[in-house]
């Protein structure tokens, strides 16, 4: 059995890309330059600042009633903070070691919850599912599954750089994940030349079998710790070493994601 070695691995190779700030509404109290700093010193190779876009298009109201997907309410909002966004982040957009950009979902409507301008300005666009559009509590594993499914299609085909947590709906809805998705998603991914990430922000570990399939498929493979709160910031160790276990070996530098240059 293989048993990963993350201390001998060069960490200045890794980019955390799936980092927060204190303008998240689930923040904790991470900020953005406790992020920069600490992610330093944990001596990664860059940070990723990707806020929730949605929740800086919205109020934290809106937001948690789901009214972005359901009521694609995040366009033209006067409520916008996207504004203070980028002004939060504009002393890191000189620093090579930070890239910069935004955590879509799809809207009821079928878009990314992004506008155009914010895409162009943005390094890195994150695409991740909470919530299904429309999301009935009494659906059935299999109408889940399908929604989950295309959701999933849509979000890949609208153009994101990274699959965030890419089966953490189903734990969050108190549902097992169907293992026989791993394929087809790992297909998809493929398909749609978009890395997925491995995030430990949960306490439900991802599973390697399906980041061994990713692999086999040529799908890059993006490490995120999804900070929220200060202690999280840099420790990139435990997706460090799901990542091993799916690659069998120590040295993953060839299947790591990276972020492209900086706009």
Not at 214 to 232: A, E, M, W, Y
């Amino acid at each position: 059995m293989y048993i990963s070695r993350t201390m001998s691995f060069d960490y200045s190779k890794i980019v955390d890309c799936h980092c927060h700030t204190e303008l998240a509404y689930c923040n904790s109290g991470v900020t953005a330059m406790q992020a920069v700093e600490d992610s330093k010193k944990a001596g990664l190779g860059g940070v990723c600042l990707t806020e929730h876009a949605p929740q800086l298009y919205c109020t934290a109201d809106e937001f948690w009633g789901v009214e972005h997907i359901n009521r694609c309410i995040w366009r033209n909002n006067p409520a916008s903070r996207v504004p203070i966004f980028k002004t939060l982040v504009a002393p890191y957009r000189d620093d090579p070691f930070v890239r910069v950009g935004f955590e879509v979902e799809l809207d009821a409507d079928g878009c990314l919850t992004i506008n155009d301008e914010d895409r162009q300005w943005a390094d890195i666009v994150v695409g991740a599912i909470h919530w299904l559009a429309g999301e009935p509590r009494d659906f059935t594993q299999t109408q889940f599954i399908d929604a989950f499914v295309d959701t999933n299609r849509k979000i890949l085909a609208g153009g994101v750089d990274v699959l965030a947590h890419p089966f953490r709906v189903f734990p969050s809805r108190k549902r097992a994940v169907d293992k026989t998705l791993y394929p087809l998603m790992a297909d998809m991914l493929g398909e749609f030349n978009t890395a997925a990430e491995i995030n430990t922000h949960h306490t439900s570990s991802p599973d390697p079998d399906f980041y061994a399939l990713c692999i086999d498929r040529n799908v890059k493979i993006s490490l995120g710790t999804d900070s929220h709160f200060p202690h999280q910031v840099g420790k990139i160790r435990q997706n460090l070493e799901v990542l091993q276990k799916a690659a069998g070996k120590d040295d993953v530098s060839e299947y790591l994601y990276y972020p492209g240059a900086k706009k």
